[in-house]
């Protein structure tokens, strides 16, 4: 059941994305150029991608997956190519516009469906996979947690999803990050120590286990990807 705390956090991340960081996101997620800063989450981003990607099938076709948070679609469209048929969702109506324009004649034996809403939609139906990469860092621990288990719910096999993991350099940014005018500030990310999101799991989400996590961190971009699959 979503929580008021994830309601709240939810609209605050419709509005950023929607109309706050338009520009800036569209020019991060392509080829353009951007600053040194922003080359390192480009980097951090693109890094992560390949990792939550290699810890699925090589073969998808036949797999049902759902892109949680999909922003311009690179996951999405790379799972498609895989051969997996893919549900995107992102609470960004201009970023699931966006992913449709970018979207290439040829997917191969896969295809994606894009949808404007919430990750937890029950209307999307059942999955084999799903895959939230980034899209839960700005929940505070137990939201995420709830997240998951509605996520879970609806899953046979596995979920990948990323955390911002607490460490002095994470800190460090998230301090500077206060400096900027309250109009110019990103949602803030709620870091967590792994063991605690580990913990909060296992009590948290029956039948469902922590498996293989690894931390990308590349400049301005520290997150870490776990995995947790059925017992």
């Known amino acids: 059941m979503p929580t008021l705390t994830y309601a709240t956090r939810r609209g605050e991340l419709l509005h950023y994305f929607d109309r706050t960081a338009v520009d800036a996101w569209k020019r991060l997620t392509s ?3 951007v600053n040194s800063i922003r080359a390192t989450v480009r980097a951090g981003r693109n890094e992560m991608r390949r990792t939550l990607l290699g810890w699925l099938p090589d073969d998808l076709r036949g797999v049902r997956l759902l892109d949680a948070g999909c922003g311009t ?3 999405a469209i790379e799972a498609a190519k895989k051969g997996a048929d893919v549900v995107a969702i992102d609470l ?3 970023l699931v516009g966006l992913a449709q324009e970018r979207l290439p004649h040829a997917l191969g034996g896969g295809s994606i469906e894009f949808h404007v809403g919430d990750m937890l939609n029950p209307g999307a139906g059942r999955f ?5 990469m980034d899209s839960l860092i700005h929940y505070r621990p137990r939201d995420t947690v709830r997240v998951l288990e509605g996520l879970a719910e609806r899953t046979d096999r596995s979920v990948l999803f990323t955390f911002a993991p607490r460490t002095p350099a994470l800190t460090v940014m998230h301090a500077v990050g ?3 005018p309250r109009a110019d500030r990103a949602p803030a990310i709620e870091p967590v120590r792994p063991a605690s999101i580990t913990r909060l799991i296992q009590s948290g989400v029956a039948n469902w286990t922590p498996r293989r996590t ?3 961190s590349r400049g301005f971009y520290i997150s870490q990807a776990l995995e947790i699959t059925r017992q």
């Open 31 to 33: 080829d353009a150029p």
């Open 73 to 75: 679609g690179a996951l």
């Open 92 to 94: 960004s109506p201009t």
């Open 128 to 132: 084999d996979y799903v895959v939230a």
């Open 178 to 180: 206060r400096a900027f």
């Open 214 to 216: 690894l931390r990308v």
